[in-house]
């Protein structure tokens, strides 16, 4: 970080180590300040010797050689000003009235051409846009003043399920201190390693471009450019790059985007190519940028959308994505935060829309700290950072919907309570159902649903889910199947079924089937509730083999209710699995001494050392607690 300080001293020229500095003052032609401005000397062969960043007062201070320089001048939305010669070492200061035409994007004419390598002056279109996007890449120097304007920085790591829920979510804050919030890694590494490194068995890390990477020479000679413009991005016109030709190594490929009007940089959007198995299913990207006070810019807020792979179970060698894993950051700015309430209260009520009753003992997390609501559901989650917050909150009524948790963005300006409540019965019907209720179904009939998986917890697509109504009970008034004892439904791609419109006191078994292998069967009845979840296991006994050995795991709380939705893995290893309604999961291994992480969004990360026994089949029970500290 750089800070021009004006002081006396500075008015005369310094030729220490044989340089000579420049005192420049830029100004428009109504003599106001121009602030980040970029300020270069220029010498007689047309080369830039040093270049930097104006101050807010349009001051810049320029080093070089003695000797006979221009100066250039550059801005967004504006062509390069040239002054007349001068002379360095100069005794005063050089004032320049800085008069320069407009950069009229939007009448530039895009082709279909491409140019591989550092773009040409002669391509007119390319070389005009790209002067543009150097511009703001190059003003990267952030002062004082800027850093003032960030209050934190905020890192996420999400996975999302195939319908789109949230399965788990962790986000960190950090102060900014006196470097840039985000940057990328050395650029010449991308092109001797790629931006994505790894393999299945030890996963992979993925990298995204900062400025000095797209501004680099690296990034130059592997890539190929062109101009171009999209419907859905009305008003901005972009500078299209992918991989040069015969390059094979992992990749990205994407476009840079300007706003038309004012030249400003708005974001990169991307995508990972030339990544093996992971091209299947389209690892992609965005950063975006931000102009601060001083003119300088910086990465304001980028993201990583990634698949979460798991091997198929009909097919070993088959390949396919259970999820999603968004990993980013944003720059939280100070004027997000209101300025007398940075630590603000938090309070509020969590509601059970169902049953229409407030929630007793939910994990409610936000801002770092996490507590359960009382017998009457409130919650007190006392002082937390301002601003824009994402307020979480699960209990088992939750998970027996499906779900891992609820979300819900939260403003905080001063001291605050709010209302978390769970989706009311007609908001479920229509997500479970996939289809509107008619009438009074979503307030009087029952919905039956779950996920089928394999041993490990892997959701099966296309079980077949029977379901048999006891005799003194009744099928469902919209059964997909219209027998009066028995429904067959198939399971989805998540593995999820549902059947709806049962009778209240409907009661029965269920089992499901695939590839003749076939699941455990199931007791159900509606009573209390109308929304039940029954997930159902298949066992297959070619993968376990004379050396391994089935870890049942059974996971409850401090109060002990069993725990649904918590993701068990075996540290090192891809081994993990997912708890049904029960609390349970199975973990195959053929090691005897390894450590288990079990990871609930709401509750603290547990990892225990597990020595096995001699036994092919042992059980493994886990307490699973709030964090500590936090309630």
Not at 47 to 57: F, H, K
Not at 358 to 383: C, N, Q, Y
Not at 547 to 561: E, F, L, Q
């Amino acid at each position: 970080m750089k800070r021009w300080v004006l002081m006396a001293l500075m008015f005369c020229a310094s030729q220490a180590n044989g340089q000579a500095t420049l005192r420049v003052r830029a100004e428009s032609d109504a003599r106001t300040p121009l602030a980040g401005a970029l300020i270069a000397l220029v010498d007689p062969e047309n080369r830039v010797i040093t270049e930097v960043l104006t101050t807010a007062e349009g001051f810049a201070s320029l080093q070089a050689a003695p000797g006979s320089y221009r100066v250039r001048v550059r801005r967004i939305g504006f062509r390069p000003f040239y002054s007349a010669p001068t002379t360095i070492p100069r005794p005063d200061i050089l004032i320049l009235r800085v008069e320069s035409p407009r950069v009229v994007l939007n009448e530039l004419v895009v082709s279909a051409s491409a140019q591989c390598g550092r773009i040409n002056p002669d391509a007119a279109t390319l070389a005009s846009l790209w002067e543009e996007i150097s511009k703001a890449l190059r003003s990267s120097q952030l002062t004082v003043g800027d850093l003032k304007e960030i209050a934190r920085v905020q890192t996420f790591v999400r996975e999302v399920g195939l319908n789109g829920e949230v399965t788990s979510s962790d986000s960190t804050n950090r102060s900014v201190a006196n470097r840039r919030p985000f940057a990328a890694v050395d650029p010449g590494s991308f092109v001797k390693l790629g931006y994505v490194r790894g393999d299945e068995q030890k996963g992979w890390d993925f990298f995204g471009p900062d400025e000095t990477v797209l501004l680099s020479n690296d990034f130059a000679s592997t890539h190929c450019f062109r101009a171009i413009r999209q419907r859905t991005r009305r008003g901005q016109i972009g500078v299209a790059f992918e991989p040069a030709p015969r390059r094979r190594l992992a990749d990205i490929r994407g476009v840079i985007w300007l706003d038309e009007r004012s030249s400003e940089l708005r974001e990169v959007e991307f995508n990972y190519v030339n990544v093996g198995v992971l091209s299947d299913f389209q690892p992609r990207g965005y950063t975006r940028f931000r102009r601060m006070p001083s003119g300088a810019w910086l990465v304001s807020d980028w993201q990583l959308q990634l698949p979460r792979l798991a091997r198929g179970v009909a097919a070993r060698d088959e390949t396919r994505i259970v999820g999603t894993i968004q990993n980013g950051g944003r720059v939280v700015f100070t004027e997000e935060i209101a300025p007398s309430a940075q630590q603000v209260r938090l309070t509020g009520i969590v509601f059970d829309s169902l049953f229409m009753s407030p929630l007793k003992h939910a994990i409610v997390s936000a801002g770092g700290k996490t507590v359960k609501t009382d017998e009457a559901g409130r919650f007190d989650l006392g002082k937390i950072t301002g601003g824009r917050i994402l307020v979480t909150f699960t209990h088992r009524i939750v998970s027996s919907l499906g779900l891992v948790a609820y979300e819900q963005p939260v403003e905080l300006r001063g001291d605050t309570a709010i209302v978390l409540a769970t989706p009311s019965r007609q908001t479920v019907w229509t997500r479970v159902c996939r289809a509107q209720p008619e009438g009074s179904d979503a307030a009087e009939k029952g919905i039956l649903h779950g996920v089928v998986r394999n041993e490990t917890g892997e959701p099966l697509a296309g079980a077949r889910v029977s379901i048999r109504l006891d005799e003194s009970g009744q099928a469902p008034v919209k059964a997909q199947v219209s027998t009066q004892s028995l429904v067959e439904i198939t399971s989805d791609r998540n593995g999820h079924y549902a059947v709806c419109g049962f009778r209240r006191l409907a009661s029965g078994t269920l089992s499901a089937t695939r590839n003749s292998v076939v699941s455990e069967k199931k007791a159900f009845e509606f009573g209390g509730g109308l929304i039940l979840r029954k997930d159902l296991t298949l066992g297959e006994a070619s993968s376990s083999t004379e050396t391994t050995r089935d870890i049942v795991v059974s996971i409850t709380d401090a109060a002990g209710d069993v725990v649904a939705d918590a993701l068990i893995q075996i540290d090192g290893t891809t081994s993990s699995a997912r708890t049904s309604e029960e609390g349970r999961a199975l973990l195959r291994t053929s090691s005897t001494h390894f450590v288990v992480t079990v990871r609930r969004l709401g509750y603290a990360d547990q990892s225990l050392e597990v020595q096995l026994g001699e036994a092919r089949r042992q059980l493994l029970k886990i307490v699973l607690d709030i964090p500590p500290g936090r309630s």
